[in-house]
C-alpha cells in the first residue's frame, strides 16, 4: 500500500489565489512527521514546512499553512496568495518513528505539478 | 546554510560504464541518503547512511552500490550502468538531532545529477 498519496498530478491557479494540494498518509507508527518540499524546475529540493503527529497545532511557515488532519490521516498544503514563482512541482514526505534519532528515511508521494496562471 | 553539493549536474555514459556519483555535504551531518526521481513516481530511496563506513539498504538497491569512507562524502555506485538507470538522482544530508525542532528531521538535498544511461 502506498504510504503517501498525492491524487492531483497537475493543479492551476491563478495569481493571487489560495491553492490546496492534498496529501494522505497511511502509518500505524503513533510517532512520525510530515513535510512538503518544493521542487522548481532547477531541480532543487526546497523544504517548506514540517508537522509533527503529536503537534497540537497546524504547522505555518510564511504563506505556507498545513492543514493537519489527523484522525483522515490527511495533511494538505495551503498555500495563500498564490505567485508565478510558486510553480513548482510539490511533494508530500513522511518519516515514520521520529522520536528516535535513527536515519529513518522520508517516503514521498508522486508530487503534484502546480502551474501559477497569471 | 547547509550545503550539499554533487559532483555533476549532467552526465552522459554508456549501457556497461561503472558510473561515479558524489555527494558531498558541509555541515557534519551523520545521515546521508541517495534517491532517485522518476516521472510520477515521485522520490525512492536506493541507499542511506548513518555514520562512516556504515550503510543501509533503501527501497530499491538493486544494481547501485555506495561508498562512504569520510563522513562528509556519500558516493553512489553504478558498477553496470543500465538504460533503466536513466533518472534524476538526489543526494541529501540530515544530522541526528535537530537544534530547530520546528524542522526536526529536515534532509537537505544537493541540486541533483540528471543521468542518461545510453
Known amino acids: 500500500a502506498q504510504k503517501i498519496t498525492q491524487t492531483q498530478p497537475g493543479m492551476f491557479v491563478q495569481e493571487k489565489e489560495a491553492v490546496t494540494l492534498d496529501c494522505t498518509y497511511d502509518?500505524?507508527?503513533?510517532?512520525?512527521?510530515l513535510f512538503w518540499y518544493k521542487q522548481p524546475s532547477s531541480g532543487e529540493m526546497i523544504f517548506l514546512i514540517y508537522?509533527?503527529?503529536?503537534?497540537?497545532q497546524n504547522a505555518t511557515e510564511g504563506r505556507y499553512s498545513l492543514n493537519f488532519q489527523k484522525a483522515r490521516k490527511s495533511a494538505n498544503l495551503v498555500i495563500s496568495a498564490s505567485q508565478l514563482g510558486d510553480s513548482a512541482m510539490y511533494f508530500c514526505?513522511?518519516?515514520?518513528?521520529?522520536?528516535?534519532?535513527?536515519?529513518?528515511?522520508?517516503?514521498f508521494g508522486s508530487g503534484t505539478q502546480l502551474t501559477v496562471l497569471p | 546554510d547547509v550545503k550539499v553539493t554533487q559532483s555533476s549536474r549532467y552526465l552522459v555514459k554508456r549501457t556497461g560504464e561503472k558510473v561515479f556519483l558524489e555527494c558531498v555535504q558541509d555541515m557534519d551531518h551523520e545521515n546521508m541518503f541517495w534517491y532517485r526521481q522518476d516521472p510520477g513516481l515521485g522520490l525512492r530511496l536506493i541507499y542511506f547512511s548513518y555514520d562512516v563506513k556504515m550503510k543501509e539498504k533503501g527501497d530499491i538497491p538493486e544494481g547501485y552500490s555506495v561508498s562512504r569512507e569520510k563522513k562528509e562524502r556519500f558516493s553512489l555506485i553504478l558498477e553496470s550502468a543500465s538504460t533503466n538507470q536513466t533518472s534524476m538522482y538526489l543526494c541529501?544530508?540530515?544530522?541526528?538531532?535537530?537544534?530547530?525542532?520546528?524542522?526536526?528531521?529536515?534532509?537537505?538535498f544537493g541540486p541533483g545529477t540528471r543521468l542518461t544511461v545510453l
Open positions: 502509518t500505524s507508527d503513533p510517532s512520525y512527521g
Open positions: 541529501a544530508s540530515r544530522p541526528t538531532k535537530q537544534m530547530d525542532r520546528g524542522r526536526s528531521d529536515t534532509q537537505y
Open positions: 508537522q509533527g503527529s503529536y503537534d497540537q
Open positions: 514526505a513522511m518519516r515514520e518513528g521520529i522520536r528516535s534519532g535513527s536515519a529513518r528515511q522520508l517516503t
